[in-house]
């Protein structure tokens, strides 16, 4: 159940990476239900960003057009993941003489369109958001009127604004020959590389400036245009609107696949497996662990990682028949854990497996490990002797190579080293370190989760393969990194919702 909880979790991670993406070729009524309008904006086979209607006073105005579906821009401060493109044909109409006052594309944490924000605000920010990071708005302005206290070079001029009005870095059209308020289609791309921002109007390249936005912008921004008209006037139009944004690793996640279709599909058998083990051992449960044994003892046998085997026997005598006097850690077990005998499936069951005779989270957590690795290396966990090195079990082959500091040539050759070394790589020492022999230094799934998902870093492993002692010693408190253990310390009788 708990894998089954894990795999939707990463599915969840896995279409949020996939990104955001639209293409309104025209605009037509039942569009609407995509968008975000304020008050004043409206759709009438174009977004109107600031109205037209029959002949009502469109002075003082401002509006804004959002797409209702946030686009994920960034996994967090400082780090900005998401490339977007955009395509757009805007119209502004002048209704006075000179029009006023212009259109932006905007990216923005707020959907609603700021009070007083018409005029030379453009829809953008007010007086009081103005300048402020609290106003998290990256535009991109199509200025059609010079305002009096603003630094505008002219009336004609496409500008980037961070959180103000003032723009970064202004160019005027007129010297490439483009008139905004002409009333005539211009085709504007925007895009955005991770590092730079350009703007292009009918292929003319207009600017390009390196730009981080995620140190500007939450992590979820909403994308669309704001407008604003003052005593001068104009219709502020776009009339068609196509919308790319992907995650920078190029569409869905491709890793990201390769890993989570397998490890639904061995979820499931393990689960499957499980269901059925579970059955049987309503039977009997000596005779069980008889039948069992074939198995379980191949297993010890061809593996190293079990320095001793006992016989349930000895294990009885050593332990005064499992008597609750003798067993080690809490003596309370509320948890699902303790219920379950062995029941697994041979080359995904920790060392301490047959010594504990019961499941734990840390077992779990070495079988997920044991999981990713045969899923990144396209290998079976067990023994298969006609792989080069590739002995006993993945786990001491990952780790061999990961002492020689090769550890992503393990990756599936399926793959064709079409991927990211770094993410291999990070996936391939997390498997290992919930493969580590000692269950006290397995990393928690919350850990996992927030590596798996680019938030934390891999846990440091040792180069060595430590061995199996056991009983384990926790590690000493001088030597934990709380970001790395997690909560895999906190006591057993805590852990039950894990
Ligand atoms: C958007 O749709 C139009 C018409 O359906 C099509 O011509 C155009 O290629 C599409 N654009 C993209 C980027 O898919
Ligand atoms: C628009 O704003 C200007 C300046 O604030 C003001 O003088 C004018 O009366 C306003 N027009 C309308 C119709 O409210
Ligand atoms: C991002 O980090 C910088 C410095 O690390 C900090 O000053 C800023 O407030 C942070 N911004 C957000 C939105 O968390
Ligand atoms: C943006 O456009 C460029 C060039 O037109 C293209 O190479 C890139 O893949 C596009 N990116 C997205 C996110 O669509
Ligand atoms: C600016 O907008 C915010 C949010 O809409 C509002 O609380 C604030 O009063 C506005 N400032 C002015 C000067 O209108
Ligand atoms: C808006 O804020 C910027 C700082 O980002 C400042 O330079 C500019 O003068 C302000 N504009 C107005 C009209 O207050
Ligand atoms: C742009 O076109 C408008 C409307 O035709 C005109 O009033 C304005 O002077 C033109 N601006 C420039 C910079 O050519
Ligand atoms: C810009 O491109 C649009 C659409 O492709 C076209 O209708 C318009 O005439 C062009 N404008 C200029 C000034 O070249
Ligand atoms: C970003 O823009 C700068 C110029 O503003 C340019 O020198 C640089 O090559 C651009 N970088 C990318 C990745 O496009």
Request: charged share 20%.
């Amino acid at each position: 159940m708990r894998l089954l909880i894990l795999a939707v979790f990463l599915s969840q991670a896995l279409f949020k990476a996939i990104g955001l993406e639209f293409n309104f070729s025209s605009f037509q009524k039942e569009d609407i239900k995509y968008l975000i309008l304020s008050e004043d904006s409206y759709l009438v086979n174009a977004i109107q960003v600031t109205r037209d209607t029959n002949g009502a006073p469109i002075e003082n105005l401002s509006g804004r057009a959002l797409y209702k579906k946030p686009f994920r821009l960034s996994k967090g401060n400082g780090s900005t993941m998401a490339t977007f493109n955009t395509t757009f044909l805007v119209n502004i109409k002048p209704q006075t003489s000179p029009g006023g006052e212009g259109l932006a594309f905007i990216i923005t944490g707020d959907s609603a369109l700021p009070e007083n924000s018409q005029g030379k605000w453009l829809g953008i920010v007010n007086e009081t958001s103005n300048g402020s990071s609290q106003a998290r708005v990256v535009a991109v302005e199509f200025d059609t009127r010079k305002s009096d206290d603003t630094d505008d070079v002219d009336d004609n001029h496409v500008g980037l604004n961070i959180n103000s009005i003032h723009s970064t870095n202004q160019v005027s059209l007129t010297r490439y020959g483009f008139n905004i308020s002409a009333g005539v289609d211009l085709r504007v791309f925007v895009g955005y590389n991770g590092n730079n921002l350009t703007v292009s109007v009918n292929e003319t390249l207009i600017l390009s400036e390196p730009l981080d936005l995620s140190t500007h912008l939450p992590e979820e921004v909403y994308v669309g245009f704001s407008a604003s008209t003052s005593t001068y006037t104009e219709l502020n139009c776009v009339k068609s609107w196509q919308f790319s944004g992907i995650d920078i690793g190029g569409g869905p996640n491709l890793l990201w696949v390769w890993i989570m279709v397998p490890v639904a599909s061995v979820t499931l058998l393990i689960i499957l497996i499980s269901v059925l083990l579970y059955h049987r051992m309503r039977a009997p449960v000596d005779e069980d662990l008889e039948g069992g044994r074939g198995n379980i003892e191949d297993q010890i046998t061809l593996s190293n990682l079990a320095p001793n085997k006992f016989r349930l026997k000895e294990l009885k005598q050593a332990t005064g028949d499992f008597s609750p006097k003798n067993k080690l850690g809490k003596e309370k077990e509320k948890t699902h854990h303790s219920t379950v005998e062995i029941a697994g499936t041979p080359g995904y069951m920790a060392p301490e497996t047959f010594l504990v005779s019961r499941a734990t989270v840390e077992t779990d957590v070495y079988s997920f490990g044991v999981l990713t690795l045969e899923v990144v290396c396209g290998r079976k966990p067990g023994n298969q002797s006609e792989q080069n090195n590739y002995n006993n079990s993945i786990v001491n082959w990952l780790w061999e190579l990961y002492r020689k500091g090769r550890i992503t040539d393990a990756a599936d050759l399926k793959m064709d080293g079409k991927f990211e070394e770094k993410e291999v790589e990070c996936v391939l020492i997390l498997g290992l370190a919930c493969c580590h022999p000692n269950p006290h230094y397995r990393p928690s799934m919350k850990t996992v989760l927030q590596v798996l998902s680019g938030e934390a870093e891999p846990p440091q492993i040792p180069h060595e393969r430590p061995s199996f002692v056991w009983p384990a010693m926790p590690p000493s408190f001088s030597k934990i990194d709380d970001s790395l253990t997690g909560s895999q310390l906190t006591p057993f009788t805590e852990l039950t919702g894990r």
